[in-house]
């Protein structure tokens, strides 16, 4: 429990410490209307977002006991340093269709509650990179959030034992996408080696034009 304090404490800091480098306050991302195609200013993406425990699809959520719920995703703006909420995706499938501000994301959690329930996954090391896309919509992917449960004996340095229970996740993004005419494809990306915590924001406050290129290139 005093890891996930910790962790979070660290999340919140550096939302906190971005929001102030850019002068700008936490931005709410809308869902999309099912008929609407991006414009200059907002650009329409769409995907699923879903766990997948031990080889289970946990979608439909709060179909399983104990529920797990559908999961919202936060994000910090390479762009502008803003920190962006997205809304919850569909309880039937993981579906979403947001509407977002173009530019590079560095996602920082996905999911609610703590970590010490398992159902919040932090930093994972994904990238969002949203193109201006006027008159269609830009396809992300399906990202699995592929968790396996453990159970091993732990020995502090002072001798104590105890017996640590978790799941473990690693990030594949699979392409599901429709042909369709009207919309581009540009996956989410998992980057083992992206900077995180302090030195993220130490590269942004040097160059944050420069950091967007590294890890989405030219956005467009």
């Not at 919140?12 to 200059?40: E, H, I, K, M, Y």
């Not at 499938?93 to 996602?107: H, K």
């Not at 993004?173 to 005419?181: D, M």
Request: proline share 7%.
């Amino acid at each position: 429990m005093a890891k996930s304090v910790t962790i979070m404490k660290s999340l919140l800091t550096l939302l906190v410490l971005f929001a102030s480098l850019s002068g700008c306050a936490l931005n709410f991302s809308s869902r999309a209307p099912d008929d609407q195609t991006s414009s200059d200013a907002l650009t329409v993406v769409t995907g699923r977002i879903n766990y997948v425990i031990d080889g289970r699809l946990m979608a439909p959520y709060g179909a399983f006991a104990p529920a797990w719920p559908a999961p919202p995703m936060m994000a910090l703006s390479l762009t502008t340093g803003d920190p962006h909420v997205f809304p919850q995706v569909a309880n039937e499938d993981g579906a979403f269709r947001w509407l977002v501000t173009p530019g590079a994301y560095v996602i920082s959690s996905i999911g609610i509650g703590t970590t010490a329930d398992d159902r919040r996954v932090l930093w994972p090391r994904l990238v969002m990179c949203v193109p201006r896309a006027p008159g269609t919509t830009v396809y992300l992917g399906h990202l699995r959030l592929q968790g396996t449960r453990f159970e091993e004996a732990v020995t502090l340095s002072t001798g104590t034992q105890y017996t640590a229970r978790g799941v473990r996740y690693r990030f594949e993004v699979a392409n599901e996408a429709p042909a369709q005419p009207a919309q581009v494809t540009r996956l989410l990306r998992h980057q083992a080696d992206m900077p995180m915590g302090d030195a993220l924001a130490a590269r942004w406050k040097a160059d944050a034009a420069g950091l967007e290129r590294e890890l989405c290139g030219a956005i467009g």
